[in-house]
């Protein structure tokens, strides 16, 4: 975890290392996870179907099909402008040890939960840069307590903290854990209904809260002409 976490300090785009120290570090998180997605009427409903999130989420044509406010809608406005897909995360993860090593239903599972990374973005108002992807990775162990997870949010607390002082980035990254403990238990959740649901509508009914500070402090960086992602935020 260490050497992958080094190696991410030096280029923060290896989403490969970001596997690696999840793997590392994640203990008995999937398994506690999908103990619980399956106590779920939803849960068992996804696994009798044998569901396939991503098969949803790559079929480009069917998105653009639902209407214009709809998490689809934002969801494929997102990836596109981004210029990332579906099947952005599936390379990475597929190398993991553990990944090589999931079967049946675990691995459905633990599929899922990795392809909701986008829908993740949209749906909690984080965008792709630095500060959103680390209060987003706070969203996220909120949610799975995974430490691997924890562990580069924290330290991205730590450095931005470091780096930025006067710009009170802690507590940007700490809103995105908070609102991951008040929102429901995305995992658990019928995201193949909800991408057809207008975004407003999906938010309320999974409690997700805005990111108030998230929005803020992007004002304040750009008045300053900061941009974490050029400003080795992870970097040194």
């Not at 653009?64 to 599936?90: N, R």
């Not at 090593?101 to 899922?112: P, V």
Request: glycine share 6%; proline share 3%.
């Amino acid at each position: 975890a260490f050497s992958a976490m080094r190696r991410l300090v030096k280029n923060p785009e290896a989403t490969e290392e970001v596997f690696i120290i999840i793997e590392a570090l994640a203990g008995d998180a999937l398994d506690k996870g999908f103990q619980r997605f399956k106590a779920t009427d939803m849960g068992r409903t996804i696994l009798a179907e044998k569901r396939s999130l991503l098969d949803s989420l790559r079929d480009r044509e069917q998105l653009a099909q639902q209407p214009a406010h709809s998490l689809a809608a934002h969801y494929l406005h997102f990836v596109t402008k981004e210029e990332i897909s579906a099947d952005g995360l599936v390379e990475p993860s597929e190398d993991m040890r553990t990944a090589k090593e999931l079967k049946g239903d675990l691995l459905l599972f633990a599929s899922r939960q990795r392809d909701m990374h986008d829908l993740w973005h949209v749906t909690a108002g984080y965008g792709r840069d630095a500060l959103g992807e680390l209060s987003l990775l706070a969203f996220t162990y909120a949610q799975e307590q995974n430490r691997g997870i924890g562990a580069i949010a924290l330290y991205g607390y730590w450095k931005v903290g470091k780096e930025l002082p006067d710009f009170n980035l802690r507590q940007v990254i700490y809103e995105g854990y908070n609102n991951g403990k008040k929102a429901t238990l995305w995992s658990c959740e019928d995201w193949e209904s909800l991408i057809k649901l207008p975004l407003d509508q999906v938010r309320e009914k999974l409690n997700s809260k805005k990111p108030e500070l998230y929005y803020d402090a992007l004002k304040k960086l750009s008045t300053h002409e900061i941009d974490l992602n050029n400003n080795a935020v992870l970097a040194n």
